[in-house]
Protein backbone atom coordinates (compact mmCIF):
# COMPACT_ATOMS: atom_id res chain seq x y z
CA UNK A 1 0.00 0.00 0.00
CA UNK A 2 1.09 3.27 -0.52
CA UNK A 3 1.34 4.43 2.85
CA UNK A 4 2.03 1.36 4.17
CA UNK A 5 -0.30 0.20 6.87
CA UNK A 6 -3.36 -1.45 6.89
CA UNK A 7 -6.48 0.12 6.31
CA UNK A 8 -9.63 0.11 8.16
CA UNK A 9 -12.26 -1.01 5.10
CA UNK A 10 -15.41 -2.04 7.95
CA UNK A 11 -18.45 -0.37 6.43
CA UNK A 12 -17.62 0.55 3.04
CA UNK A 13 -19.60 -0.12 0.47
CA UNK A 14 -18.74 -2.21 -2.18
CA UNK A 15 -17.32 0.75 -4.64
CA UNK A 16 -15.94 2.78 -1.89
CA UNK A 17 -14.17 -0.83 -0.92
CA UNK A 18 -12.42 -1.19 -4.11
CA UNK A 19 -11.75 2.68 -4.99
CA UNK A 20 -9.66 2.89 -1.18
CA UNK A 21 -7.51 -0.05 -1.90
CA UNK A 22 -6.92 1.17 -5.48
CA UNK A 23 -5.94 4.47 -4.55
CA UNK A 24 -3.35 3.23 -2.15
CA UNK A 25 -1.90 1.06 -4.73
CA UNK A 26 -2.00 2.75 -8.29
CA UNK A 27 -2.17 6.09 -6.48
CA UNK A 28 -5.50 9.02 -7.09
CA UNK A 29 -3.35 9.94 -10.08
CA UNK A 30 -4.66 6.93 -12.30
CA UNK A 31 -8.00 5.96 -10.38
CA UNK A 32 -10.98 6.95 -12.07
CA UNK A 33 -14.18 6.63 -9.99
CA UNK A 34 -17.43 5.99 -11.94
CA UNK A 35 -16.33 7.11 -15.33
CA UNK A 36 -19.54 8.64 -17.27
CA UNK A 37 -19.66 9.27 -21.09
CA UNK A 38 -21.46 12.45 -22.83
CA UNK A 39 -24.59 11.21 -22.10
CA UNK A 40 -24.38 10.56 -18.71
CA UNK A 41 -24.24 6.72 -18.94
CA UNK A 42 -21.48 4.87 -16.79
CA UNK A 43 -18.62 3.26 -18.17
CA UNK A 44 -17.81 1.16 -15.02
CA UNK A 45 -17.42 1.21 -11.88
CA UNK A 46 -13.70 1.62 -11.62
CA UNK A 47 -10.96 2.89 -14.26
CA UNK A 48 -7.12 2.26 -14.14
CA UNK A 49 -5.15 4.19 -16.54
CA UNK A 50 -1.40 4.64 -16.08
CA UNK A 51 0.32 5.05 -19.13
CA UNK A 52 0.07 2.38 -21.89
CA UNK A 53 -2.47 0.27 -19.24
CA UNK A 54 -5.87 0.22 -18.72
CA UNK A 55 -7.67 -2.07 -15.61
CA UNK A 56 -11.35 -1.72 -16.34
CA UNK A 57 -13.36 -2.60 -12.93
CA UNK A 58 -16.93 -3.69 -12.47
CA UNK A 59 -18.41 -4.39 -8.94
CA UNK A 60 -21.06 -6.11 -7.44
CA UNK A 61 -22.08 -6.92 -3.43
CA UNK A 62 -23.75 -9.76 -3.76
CA UNK A 63 -25.60 -12.28 -1.82
CA UNK A 64 -25.71 -15.99 -1.38
CA UNK A 65 -28.81 -18.08 -1.98
CA UNK A 66 -29.57 -20.93 0.45
CA UNK A 67 -27.43 -23.36 -1.38
CA UNK A 68 -24.36 -20.91 -0.98
CA UNK A 69 -24.23 -19.59 -4.31
CA UNK A 70 -24.82 -16.06 -6.35
CA UNK A 71 -27.65 -15.82 -8.52
CA UNK A 72 -26.18 -16.66 -11.97
CA UNK A 73 -27.97 -13.58 -13.62
CA UNK A 74 -26.50 -11.11 -11.17
CA UNK A 75 -22.72 -12.57 -12.14
CA UNK A 76 -23.54 -12.98 -15.40
CA UNK A 77 -24.76 -8.97 -15.77
CA UNK A 78 -21.53 -8.31 -14.04
CA UNK A 79 -19.22 -10.07 -16.71
CA UNK A 80 -21.38 -8.61 -19.67
CA UNK A 81 -21.30 -5.26 -18.68
CA UNK A 82 -17.07 -5.44 -18.07
CA UNK A 83 -16.73 -6.53 -21.62
CA UNK A 84 -19.03 -4.13 -22.82
CA UNK A 85 -17.01 -1.39 -21.30
CA UNK A 86 -13.91 -2.67 -23.04
CA UNK A 87 -15.59 -2.96 -26.29
CA UNK A 88 -17.16 0.82 -26.00
CA UNK A 89 -13.62 2.22 -25.22
CA UNK A 90 -11.42 0.22 -27.56
CA UNK A 91 -13.33 -1.39 -30.32
CA UNK A 92 -15.96 1.57 -30.71
CA UNK A 93 -13.94 4.31 -29.22
CA UNK A 94 -16.61 6.29 -27.41
CA UNK A 95 -15.37 9.69 -26.79
CA UNK A 96 -15.22 9.81 -22.65
CA UNK A 97 -13.82 12.72 -20.42
CA UNK A 98 -12.37 11.17 -17.45
CA UNK A 99 -11.83 13.46 -14.42
CA UNK A 100 -10.10 12.81 -10.51
CA UNK A 101 -9.05 15.15 -7.75
CA UNK A 102 -5.53 14.94 -8.52
CA UNK A 103 -5.27 15.41 -12.28
CA UNK A 104 -8.27 16.74 -13.04
CA UNK A 105 -9.77 16.66 -16.39
CA UNK A 106 -9.12 14.96 -19.44
CA UNK A 107 -10.09 13.33 -22.78
CA UNK A 108 -9.06 9.47 -22.91
CA UNK A 109 -7.15 7.90 -25.65
CA UNK A 110 -7.57 4.69 -26.58
CA UNK A 111 -4.31 4.49 -29.05
CA UNK A 112 -1.77 4.67 -26.32
CA UNK A 113 -3.63 1.41 -24.70
CA UNK A 114 -1.47 -1.65 -24.79
CA UNK A 115 -2.68 -4.09 -21.95
CA UNK A 116 -5.76 -4.12 -21.16
CA UNK A 117 -7.15 -5.91 -17.80
CA UNK A 118 -11.12 -7.04 -17.06
CA UNK A 119 -11.96 -7.67 -13.39
CA UNK A 120 -15.41 -8.51 -12.44
CA UNK A 121 -15.71 -8.81 -8.48
CA UNK A 122 -17.86 -9.93 -6.05
CA UNK A 123 -17.88 -8.41 -2.65
CA UNK A 124 -20.34 -10.54 -1.54
CA UNK A 125 -20.02 -13.38 0.87
CA UNK A 126 -17.43 -15.84 -1.21
CA UNK A 127 -18.65 -18.85 -2.86
CA UNK A 128 -17.46 -22.64 -1.58
CA UNK A 129 -16.32 -23.24 -5.51
CA UNK A 130 -15.46 -19.94 -7.42
CA UNK A 131 -13.69 -19.73 -10.80
CA UNK A 132 -11.06 -17.10 -10.81
CA UNK A 133 -11.32 -16.47 -14.44
CA UNK A 134 -14.30 -16.15 -16.97
CA UNK A 135 -14.31 -15.99 -20.59
CA UNK A 136 -16.92 -13.39 -21.96
CA UNK A 137 -16.62 -12.45 -25.44
CA UNK A 138 -13.52 -14.00 -26.11
CA UNK A 139 -12.44 -11.56 -22.91
CA UNK A 140 -10.65 -12.96 -20.06
CA UNK A 141 -12.26 -11.27 -16.94
CA UNK A 142 -10.40 -11.80 -13.62
CA UNK A 143 -13.30 -12.72 -10.66
CA UNK A 144 -12.49 -11.46 -7.67
CA UNK A 145 -13.61 -12.10 -4.28
CA UNK A 146 -14.10 -9.25 -1.79
CA UNK A 147 -11.19 -11.28 0.51
CA UNK A 148 -8.88 -11.76 -2.19
CA UNK A 149 -9.78 -8.03 -3.46
CA UNK A 150 -8.24 -7.03 -0.26
CA UNK A 151 -5.60 -9.52 -0.38
CA UNK A 152 -4.45 -8.94 -3.95
CA UNK A 153 -4.26 -5.24 -3.95
CA UNK A 154 -2.50 -5.10 -0.58
CA UNK A 155 0.40 -7.81 -1.73
CA UNK A 156 0.81 -6.74 -4.96
CA UNK A 157 0.85 -2.92 -4.48
CA UNK A 158 2.53 -1.42 -7.06
CA UNK A 159 1.46 -1.35 -10.95
CA UNK A 160 3.91 -3.88 -11.67
CA UNK A 161 3.42 -6.27 -9.69
CA UNK A 162 -0.75 -6.29 -9.88
CA UNK A 163 -0.52 -6.22 -13.67
CA UNK A 164 2.70 -8.25 -14.22
CA UNK A 165 0.32 -11.30 -11.74
CA UNK A 166 -2.68 -10.88 -14.14
CA UNK A 167 -0.67 -11.38 -17.40
CA UNK A 168 0.93 -14.01 -16.23
CA UNK A 169 -2.48 -15.29 -14.46
CA UNK A 170 -3.87 -15.02 -18.25
CA UNK A 171 -1.09 -16.98 -20.04
CA UNK A 172 -1.54 -20.03 -17.09
CA UNK A 173 -5.17 -20.08 -17.98
CA UNK A 174 -4.68 -19.77 -21.82
CA UNK A 175 -2.47 -23.10 -21.00
CA UNK A 176 -4.50 -24.85 -19.35
CA UNK A 177 -7.87 -24.41 -19.02
CA UNK A 178 -8.43 -26.75 -16.08
CA UNK A 179 -7.86 -25.69 -12.86
CA UNK A 180 -9.28 -26.33 -9.51
CA UNK A 181 -8.73 -24.38 -6.22
CA UNK A 182 -9.62 -25.55 -3.21
CA UNK A 183 -9.29 -22.35 -0.66
CA UNK A 184 -9.69 -19.25 -3.30
CA UNK A 185 -7.04 -17.87 -5.55
CA UNK A 186 -4.80 -16.89 -2.81
CA UNK A 187 -3.74 -20.22 -2.95
CA UNK A 188 -2.62 -19.32 -6.71
CA UNK A 189 -1.05 -16.21 -5.76
CA UNK A 190 1.15 -17.98 -3.17
CA UNK A 191 2.45 -20.32 -6.12
CA UNK A 192 2.70 -17.29 -8.00
CA UNK A 193 4.80 -15.64 -5.16
CA UNK A 194 7.19 -18.76 -4.03
CA UNK A 195 7.87 -19.82 -7.85
CA UNK A 196 9.93 -16.43 -8.23
CA UNK A 197 6.49 -14.52 -9.42
CA UNK A 198 5.94 -16.69 -12.65
CA UNK A 199 3.58 -19.90 -13.37
CA UNK A 200 6.18 -22.34 -15.48
CA UNK A 201 6.15 -24.82 -12.77
CA UNK A 202 2.21 -25.12 -13.06
CA UNK A 203 2.47 -25.19 -16.72
CA UNK A 204 4.00 -28.02 -16.95
CA UNK A 205 0.91 -30.16 -15.78
CA UNK A 206 -2.58 -30.76 -17.49
CA UNK A 207 -4.72 -30.62 -14.90
CA UNK A 208 -3.89 -28.25 -12.16
CA UNK A 209 -5.18 -28.87 -8.05
CA UNK A 210 -4.15 -26.48 -5.90
CA UNK A 211 -4.70 -27.15 -2.11
CA UNK A 212 -6.19 -24.90 0.60
CA UNK A 213 -3.17 -24.10 3.00
CA UNK A 214 -0.69 -22.66 0.42
CA UNK A 215 -1.13 -19.19 1.27
CA UNK A 216 -1.06 -19.42 5.02
CA UNK A 217 1.78 -21.70 4.73
CA UNK A 218 3.74 -18.77 2.76
CA UNK A 219 2.29 -16.00 5.10
CA UNK A 220 3.51 -17.58 8.13
CA UNK A 221 7.33 -18.65 6.86
CA UNK A 222 10.23 -16.05 8.49
CA UNK A 223 11.00 -15.26 4.84
CA UNK A 224 7.60 -13.52 4.47
CA UNK A 225 8.04 -11.56 7.83
CA UNK A 226 11.73 -10.44 7.02
CA UNK A 227 10.02 -9.20 3.33
CA UNK A 228 7.58 -7.56 4.96
CA UNK A 229 9.98 -5.68 7.52
CA UNK A 230 12.33 -4.45 4.53
CA UNK A 231 9.56 -3.23 2.77
CA UNK A 232 8.29 -1.14 4.92
CA UNK A 233 11.63 0.87 3.61
CA UNK A 234 10.07 1.27 0.09
CA UNK A 235 7.45 3.69 1.14
CA UNK A 236 10.12 6.11 1.25
CA UNK A 237 10.02 5.90 -2.71
CA UNK A 238 5.88 5.70 -2.49
CA UNK A 239 6.14 9.72 -0.60
CA UNK A 240 8.15 11.03 -3.39
CA UNK A 241 5.85 9.86 -5.63
CA UNK A 242 3.00 11.86 -3.89
CA UNK A 243 5.43 14.68 -3.65
CA UNK A 244 5.69 14.95 -7.62
CA UNK A 245 3.21 16.85 -8.36
CA UNK A 246 4.93 19.44 -6.95
CA UNK A 247 7.03 20.11 -10.28
CA UNK A 248 4.23 21.72 -12.21
CA UNK A 249 3.78 20.44 -15.50
CA UNK A 250 6.10 17.78 -16.00
CA UNK A 251 3.98 16.15 -13.06
CA UNK A 252 2.71 13.36 -14.78
CA UNK A 253 5.97 12.53 -16.64
CA UNK A 254 7.93 12.26 -13.01
CA UNK A 255 5.02 10.63 -11.10
CA UNK A 256 4.72 7.83 -13.44
CA UNK A 257 8.44 7.32 -14.11
CA UNK A 258 8.70 7.10 -10.43
CA UNK A 259 5.59 4.85 -9.84
CA UNK A 260 6.73 1.96 -12.40
CA UNK A 261 9.31 0.07 -10.36
CA UNK A 262 8.16 -2.93 -8.38
CA UNK A 263 8.00 -3.17 -4.49
CA UNK A 264 11.05 -4.87 -4.30
CA UNK A 265 12.88 -2.34 -6.79
CA UNK A 266 10.93 0.65 -4.99
CA UNK A 267 12.91 -0.54 -1.63
CA UNK A 268 16.26 -0.31 -2.91
CA UNK A 269 15.91 3.39 -4.46
CA UNK A 270 14.55 3.83 -1.29
CA UNK A 271 17.11 2.82 0.77
CA UNK A 272 19.95 4.45 -1.55
CA UNK A 273 17.92 7.71 -1.24
CA UNK A 274 17.77 7.59 3.13
CA UNK A 275 21.17 6.83 3.26
CA UNK A 276 22.63 9.66 1.12
CA UNK A 277 19.76 12.01 3.00
CA UNK A 278 21.27 10.47 6.18
CA UNK A 279 24.96 11.47 5.17
CA UNK A 280 23.86 15.40 3.91
CA UNK A 281 21.98 15.46 7.75
CA UNK A 282 25.32 14.62 9.32
CA UNK A 283 27.29 17.19 7.02
CA UNK A 284 28.67 20.69 8.38
CA UNK A 285 31.04 21.34 5.71
CA UNK A 286 29.57 20.79 2.37
CA UNK A 287 26.98 22.69 0.84
CA UNK A 288 25.53 19.55 -0.58
CA UNK A 289 25.33 15.80 -1.06
CA UNK A 290 24.78 14.15 -4.67
CA UNK A 291 24.12 10.64 -5.37
CA UNK A 292 23.60 9.47 -8.96
CA UNK A 293 22.32 5.72 -9.41
CA UNK A 294 22.25 4.40 -12.88
CA UNK A 295 19.27 1.50 -13.94
CA UNK A 296 18.79 -0.29 -16.70
CA UNK A 297 17.03 2.76 -18.76
CA UNK A 298 17.31 5.61 -16.46
CA UNK A 299 19.32 7.61 -14.62
CA UNK A 300 18.40 9.29 -10.91
CA UNK A 301 19.90 11.53 -9.32
CA UNK A 302 19.51 12.82 -5.75
CA UNK A 303 20.43 15.61 -4.78
CA UNK A 304 20.35 17.15 -0.97
CA UNK A 305 20.95 21.02 -0.61
CA UNK A 306 19.16 23.96 1.33
CA UNK A 307 18.11 27.29 -0.83
CA UNK A 308 15.46 29.70 0.26
CA UNK A 309 12.23 29.97 -1.39
CA UNK A 310 11.81 30.14 -4.34
CA UNK A 311 14.59 27.70 -4.85
CA UNK A 312 15.93 28.70 -7.76
CA UNK A 313 19.36 27.82 -7.48
CA UNK A 314 18.93 24.20 -5.77
CA UNK A 315 16.49 23.34 -8.58
CA UNK A 316 19.37 24.88 -11.54
CA UNK A 317 21.96 22.79 -9.59
CA UNK A 318 19.81 19.38 -9.93
CA UNK A 319 18.90 20.29 -13.43
CA UNK A 320 23.30 20.51 -14.11
CA UNK A 321 23.52 17.17 -12.36
CA UNK A 322 21.06 15.46 -14.65
CA UNK A 323 22.36 16.70 -17.29
CA UNK A 324 26.00 15.77 -16.47
CA UNK A 325 24.32 12.17 -15.75
CA UNK A 326 22.69 12.06 -18.95
CA UNK A 327 25.96 12.55 -20.66
CA UNK A 328 28.27 10.51 -18.53
CA UNK A 329 25.54 6.88 -18.12
CA UNK A 330 24.90 7.58 -22.11
CA UNK A 331 23.03 4.09 -22.46
CA UNK A 332 20.36 5.31 -20.30
CA UNK A 333 18.11 7.83 -22.31
CA UNK A 334 16.19 9.35 -19.19
CA UNK A 335 17.43 10.99 -16.49
CA UNK A 336 14.99 11.76 -13.25
CA UNK A 337 16.23 14.18 -10.50
CA UNK A 338 14.89 14.75 -6.85
CA UNK A 339 16.23 17.30 -4.45
CA UNK A 340 15.12 18.44 -1.23
CA UNK A 341 17.14 19.77 2.30
CA UNK A 342 20.50 18.82 4.12
CA UNK A 343 18.58 18.15 7.27
CA UNK A 344 16.08 15.28 7.64
CA UNK A 345 12.74 16.88 9.46
CA UNK A 346 9.12 16.54 9.88
CA UNK A 347 8.26 18.80 6.70
CA UNK A 348 10.45 18.59 3.37
CA UNK A 349 10.29 20.65 0.50
CA UNK A 350 11.16 18.82 -2.97
CA UNK A 351 11.88 19.53 -6.60
CA UNK A 352 11.64 17.06 -9.44
CA UNK A 353 13.59 16.98 -12.89
CA UNK A 354 13.25 14.99 -15.49
CA UNK A 355 15.52 14.81 -18.81
CA UNK A 356 14.74 12.81 -21.38
CA UNK A 357 17.49 12.74 -24.87
CA UNK A 358 17.12 10.14 -26.99
CA UNK A 359 20.36 11.14 -28.87
CA UNK A 360 23.17 12.32 -27.45
CA UNK A 361 25.22 14.76 -29.87
CA UNK A 362 28.73 16.83 -30.10
CA UNK A 363 27.58 19.42 -29.01
CA UNK A 364 26.10 17.75 -26.10
CA UNK A 365 29.34 16.44 -24.97
CA UNK A 366 30.95 19.86 -25.23
CA UNK A 367 28.86 21.58 -22.96
CA UNK A 368 29.08 18.76 -20.69
CA UNK A 369 32.86 18.80 -20.78
CA UNK A 370 32.91 22.81 -20.01
CA UNK A 371 30.28 21.96 -17.13
CA UNK A 372 32.33 19.35 -15.92
CA UNK A 373 35.61 21.47 -15.77
CA UNK A 374 33.65 24.16 -13.83
CA UNK A 375 31.65 21.87 -11.16
CA UNK A 376 33.88 18.79 -11.01
CA UNK A 377 30.18 17.21 -11.20
CA UNK A 378 30.98 13.14 -12.14
CA UNK A 379 34.41 13.51 -13.06
CA UNK A 380 35.81 10.90 -10.84
CA UNK A 381 32.77 9.08 -9.75
CA UNK A 382 33.28 6.33 -6.73
CA UNK A 383 31.18 3.38 -7.92
CA UNK A 384 29.42 1.17 -4.81
CA UNK A 385 27.77 -1.83 -5.48
CA UNK A 386 25.54 -3.57 -3.03
CA UNK A 387 23.27 -6.41 -3.04
CA UNK A 388 19.84 -6.97 -1.64
CA UNK A 389 17.72 -10.03 -1.35
CA UNK A 390 13.79 -9.30 -1.51
CA UNK A 391 13.36 -12.01 0.93
CA UNK A 392 16.31 -12.10 3.52
CA UNK A 393 17.98 -14.97 4.73
CA UNK A 394 17.58 -13.88 8.64
CA UNK A 395 13.61 -13.70 9.69
CA UNK A 396 15.78 -10.87 11.87
CA UNK A 397 16.56 -8.64 9.21
Not at 164 to 193: F, P, Q, R, S
Not at 241 to 258: D, F, K, M, S
Request: proline share 3%.
Amino acid sequence: MADGYTLNLKGKNAEEFVYTLAKNSFFEDWCYKNPKFPDGKELCDLLIVYGEIAIIWQIKDLKLDKEGRYDKTEVETNLRQVSGAKRRLFELKSSIELENPRRGREMFDPNQIKEIYLISALLGDGEDFFSSVEIKDTNVIHTFTREFTELVLNELDTIWDFTNYMKLKEGLVKHNDTMLINGGEKELLACYLTDGRNFDRLKKYDLLILDEGMWDEYQKSPEYSAKKKEDQKSYVWDNLINQAHTCGGQYELVARELAQHNRFFRRILSKYFFEAHSIANKEVVKKQVRRIIPVDGITYCFLFMDDPEPRAKRKAVLGTICFVARGVYKTNKKVIGIATEMKITSVCSYDFCFLELPEWSEENQKVLENVQKETGILVSPRIKHVHEDEYPPNSDA
